[in-house]
């Protein structure tokens, strides 16, 4: 037998060696070309996968700008929230979180439990909302109850909100916004979107193998977004609003509309609907509800629209206001259709005035075929009715024109007396508006002007056409100041005033025939009638308490709105005003010092009458409301513009009075420069 060699071992062990070291060289070779390949060949890739997963860039939102009203009143603002998010690959127990964060909420649905598991389930999501925009004071509650279950991966994070604080006030103008804070849903809010929401901003975030987020840093700040200034007077808003909610509630009414505007400007100072609505709640009422239907509404306009039937005749001088013209039959027949006056009155024969003080429907159809379809059709189109005026808000309608070349002489009829014609609330105060002004179609308007930062651009006033000349347009409105003295709208009279204005009704049509029972009753009218301050439209949508007449159901709620509006305004009377208070000049002539001295300890200084032509007196350094007195007491009608004393006024004290001009006031907190007046010429 062999005996073992001594040494076989040794071989083995240098065999086992070698083979290991030579396993470890390829190894470390391997390793050695792995990582040359990766640092080397693909550094770039692999640089940019790990930022990649480290780093985020998040969209930095900026402040929605403000609305505001024409005095810089807040009608829409942002104010600070809190959103509950979630990372749902950091979550553990999605139950156990969801059951805490409702604890903390208190006021969960089914239906919102089962969401939020959801959402927390989805592990591939990065971020994941659970409840938006809450208090500071639920906020709280969620998490103490989180930090008391130890669950990573919940999180709230600051979101602004959207406020209106006034609620239901002008809530058709303003819109309202989605959850998201940035896109507009409605009215100026949708239509200004791109002016409000401003520029978003960049920010780097770096997260961790559990993507939360340890470090941030701003990359491009956000640009905040740009106030709109309206046109809408927040007090004449709040009272045309709780005028018409007056007017439909006593008539039972189904809705309406009411829209205060300055004739001379577009500017519209109160667009008013019912029923109202509040954004705050926005999801809590039908997407109907939110119909604007001052501008969005169309409805036939009934004997409102006899006024531009009768502003054809008169500028094509078919007619004259004295011209005769026979409705005694008190009824008028086209083949088989008949059109009777209201009520089955009889007029007999009338005067061209008496058409439209009586609203006679016989004597409107026989000025319209006077006046003939190409000429009529013409001038329905000069007026605005078929066209978009209106730019400031989302969803105008046109209205409903047919082309005149085809008319029938039955449409021809209807059209004289305001049926066959679809338009809408605004069409029909813009085109009374241009009888109001002298005969100039002014695009209506309800933003006055943007801001960003110490920047303010002007919208400015646009004349589109002259419609009629400045002798039809006094003659109409010569009848129609007898409409409201004597005629079918004396409940529009505000004692003090004239008041030029036109009543309308008309069945509304349903399932494609006119209603006996539906009407849309209405009144549109200027005041004071030959110096207008405002225009103001009433449409009372099917009243049925009482009388469905304009006479009867709109013509109060215009007289109410605008006996308000006027003293708001400060606007002299016109019938049977107070004498002019003479100032005199050189009393004006003091030290600025002194003035405000005397103006804030012994309260307005005496008036002295004086002989010699009347001047503006000096109202600086008075409040506004002595001012206003002061300046009405002579004929003048103020117009102001800030808070405070007044610290300036145009026409400067001492200048020729002119009574029932304007006299524009701006008040603020500083002393007043004051003018030295020159002495009449």
Not at 535 to 550: E, K, M, N, Q
Request: overall charge positive; some cysteine; proline content about 6%.
């Amino acid at each position: 037998m062999k005996e073992a060699d001594p040494g076989a071992w040794q071989h083995t062990v240098r065999g086992r060696v070698l083979l290991a070291a030579a396993l470890f060289a390829v190894w470390a070779a391997a390793i050695e070309v792995r990582l040359v390949w990766l640092q080397v060949y693909r550094h770039e890739l692999m640089l940019a996968e790990a930022k990649a997963q480290k780093d985020r860039t998040r969209t930095v939102n900026p402040r929605r700008g403000d609305i505001v009203d024409r005095h810089g009143r807040i009608l829409a603002t942002s104010v600070d929230a809190v959103s509950i998010c979630g990372i749902p690959k950091a979550v553990g127990s999605p139950a156990a979180v969801v059951a805490a964060v409702c604890e903390g909420l208190g006021n969960c649905t089914a239906k919102e439990r089962e969401v939020f598991a959801q959402r927390l389930s989805q592990k591939s999501r990065d971020f994941a909302y659970l409840r938006r925009q809450v208090s500071s004071e639920e906020a709280a509650r969620v998490t103490a109850r989180l930090e008391a279950l130890k669950q990573p991966g919940i999180f709230t994070e600051p979101e602004p909100r959207r406020y209106y604080p006034n609620r239901e006030l002008a809530a058709h103008v303003l819109g309202y916004l989605g959850t998201d804070h940035h896109n507009g849903l409605a009215g100026v809010e949708q239509s200004y979107n791109s002016k409000i929401s401003g520029t978003p901003g960049t920010q780097m975030v770096e997260v961790d193998s559990r993507r939360i987020v340890f470090n941030s840093r701003v990359e491009r700040a956000p640009v905040q977004g740009d106030t709109i200034e309206l046109t809408i007077d927040a007090q004449l808003q709040h009272i045309a609003e709780r005028e018409l909610e007056r007017g439909v509630t006593e008539h039972r009414a189904e809705g309406g509309t009411a829209i205060v505007m300055d004739p001379r400007t577009g500017e519209i100072l109160a667009m008013a609907n019912s029923p109202r609505v509040n954004p705050n709640t926005y999801l809590e009422y039908p997407r109907e509800r939110w119909m604007n239907r001052a501008v969005q509404g169309v409805y036939e306009p009934g004997s409102t629209f006899k006024v531009v039937t009768a502003s054809a005749a008169m500028e094509e001088h078919v007619f004259s206001p004295t011209d005769l013209i026979d409705a005694s039959a008190g009824v008028w027949r086209s083949g088989s259709r008949r059109v009777t006056e209201a009520k089955n009155h009889n007029y007999g024969v009338l005067s061209f005035t008496d058409v439209l003080v009586k609203s006679s429907n016989v004597g409107a159809i026989k000025i319209g075929l006077g006046v003939g379809t190409e000429r009529l059709g013409r001038y329905v189109s000069r007026f605005g009715f078929g066209e978009s005026l209106f730019k400031d808000l989302p969803g105008q309608s046109r209205g409903m024109l047919a082309d005149p070349s085809g008319w029938s002489q039955s449409t021809l009829a209807s059209v004289s007396m305001g049926y066959e014609i679809g338009v809408t609330p605004l069409q029909m105060a813009a085109a009374v508006s241009s009888i109001a002004n002298g005969g100039v179609l002014v695009q209506p308007r309800i933003v006055r002007a943007l801001r960003r930062g110490t920047t303010r651009t002007e919208v400015a006033p646009l004349d589109l056409r002259r419609v009629i000349s400045r002798g039809t347009a006094a003659e109409l409105t010569a009848i129609m100041e007898l409409v409201v003295e004597r005629g079918t709208a004396t409940a529009a009279q505000v004692p003090g005033y004239t008041i030029a204005g036109k009543t309308g009704t008309a069945s509304k049509l349903v399932n494609g025939r006119y209603s006996q029972t539906d009407y849309h009753a209405s009144f549109v009218g200027f005041v004071p009638s030959r110096q207008p301050a405002f225009t103001i439209l009433v449409v009372v949508d099917a009243p049925h308490a009482g009388s469905h007449y304009g006479g009867s159901v709109a013509a109060p709620v215009f007289q109410r709105i605008a006996d308000a509006a006027l003293r708001h305004a400060g606007v002299a009377p016109t019938i049977n005003p107070l004498p002019p208070v003479l100032v005199q000049a050189a009393a004006a002539s003091v030290s600025p010092s002194e003035f405000i001295r005397t103006a804030a300890v012994a309260g307005p200084p005496e008036i002295s009458v004086v002989s010699g032509p009347p001047t503006v007196p000096d109202v600086r350094g008075l409040g506004a409301r002595d001012a206003v007195r002061r300046l009405v007491r002579l004929g003048l009608v103020p117009r102001l513009t800030g808070d405070g004393m007044v610290i300036d006024q145009d026409p400067v004290a001492g200048a020729a009075l002119e009574p029932g001009g304007p006299c524009r006031l701006w008040l603020g907190r500083l002393a007043p420069a004051l003018h030295t007046p020159q002495p009449p010429q």
